[in-house]
């Protein structure tokens, strides 16, 4: 568990690591690059690389802030990996259940499986769970729609790294959409223009948006503003803090 430089979250927590690329967002995965590179460093916790690896030991982790923090569940893994024991998974919930002062974002391009999971009972939502989707271009739009027919409360998308225009998106039932282009030695040109139109689109729908950052070999030099403005809008939901 660590502090994180992630602009819409707090703090990183991973009862996971390591994964599988399956589709065009994960060609550059800045995950497995870390992670090799932790492993390089002698970290026990990446002796594995980039290859799935559970980490019970950290499952406690969460029940030692007391005070209220935004988790990002698995920023170095996907916690509906198919290698995952649904029996694991069960758990990661059950903590995030039992800390209903913690905002916990859990993130999945494997939308299929999470449905599956939801459809049959195994996921126990609670307020502070928002689950989303990674939407990188618009072969992957179907993953919205498998995300809007879970019991997840709170629900998100994150267009990152978006590598494709996202036009006639349907953000029925959708809370919270994260926008950002690809980082990194080689990344993959985002246009102003498919930034624009999903904003346009959020605010048509009254989505909160959140503009990350433009990318590109220095993302710090690019920056994050957009049209003049920094866009940081988040999901509005006071009963996250509540005990449920």
């Not at 980039?50 to 019970?56: A, G, I, K, R």
Request: glycine share 6%.
């Amino acid at each position: 568990m660590a502090n994180s430089s992630i602009e819409w979250t707090e703090m990183t927590w991973n009862p996971t690591t390591g994964c599988n690329k399956i589709s065009a967002g994960c060609k550059f995965c800045y995950a497995e690059i870390f992670a090799k590179r932790l492993q390089a460093m002698g970290l026990e916790k990446y002796s594995n690389g980039f290859e799935l690896t559970l980490h019970p030991d950290v499952l406690e982790e969460p029940f030692k802030h007391k005070k209220s923090k935004v988790f990002f569940v698995n920023s170095m893994s996907d916690l509906f990996h198919k290698d995952v024991p649904i029996d694991f998974l069960r758990k990661v919930f059950e903590v995030m259940r039992r800390n209903p002062h913690h905002v916990f974002q859990v993130l999945t391009k494997r939308a299929d499986l999470l449905r599956y999971y939801d459809a049959e009972g195994w996921l126990d939502w609670s307020h502070n769970i928002w689950m989303g989707v990674s939407v990188e271009n618009e072969k992957v739009m179907g993953r919205i729609d498998l995300l809007r027919q879970t019991g997840a409360r709170v629900k998100f998308l994150s267009c990152e790294p978006l590598i494709g225009p996202l036009p006639n998106l349907n953000l029925k039932g959708i809370d919270w959409v994260i926008v950002g282009g690809e980082s990194g030695r080689k990344p993959r040109p985002m246009k102003p223009e498919w930034v624009t139109d999903i904003k346009e689109q959020c605010l048509q729908s009254d989505t909160p948006f959140f503009f990350k950052q433009w990318g590109g070999t220095n993302k710090k030099k690019a920056g994050r503003e957009l049209d003049g403005q920094i866009w940081s809008e988040m999901p509005e939901f006071p009963e996250l803090f509540e005990k449920v």
